[in-house]
């Protein structure tokens, strides 16, 4: 299982939802939703942004955990 760790990134880089949604080109509604990991994919190109102005590599922000090693830290992100 993936996961998502963008909220840890964006609380570290201390950048608001709305700001990085302006920055990256994509709606608060669809960078919320990979923020809590309720997406079931995501483009390239849209991590490719992210990762540019967070300064931070694709994977600092997914995880991968074998199944039934989540917890409640854990957000699902599936790939």
């Not at 995501?42 to 994977?59: A, D, H, M, W, Y």
Request: glycine content about 8%.
């Amino acid at each position: 299982m993936i996961i998502t760790r963008l909220d840890r990134i964006m609380a570290d880089r201390k950048i608001g939802l709305n700001e990085l949604a302006e920055k990256v080109g994509i709606t608060n509604v669809n960078l919320s939703k990979l923020k809590t990991g309720k997406v079931v994919a995501i483009r390239f190109s849209t991590l490719n942004e992210i990762c540019k102005v967070l300064k931070c590599q694709p994977g600092d922000i997914l995880e991968y955990v074998e199944e039934g090693e989540e917890n409640e830290e854990n957000i699902g992100l599936a790939l």
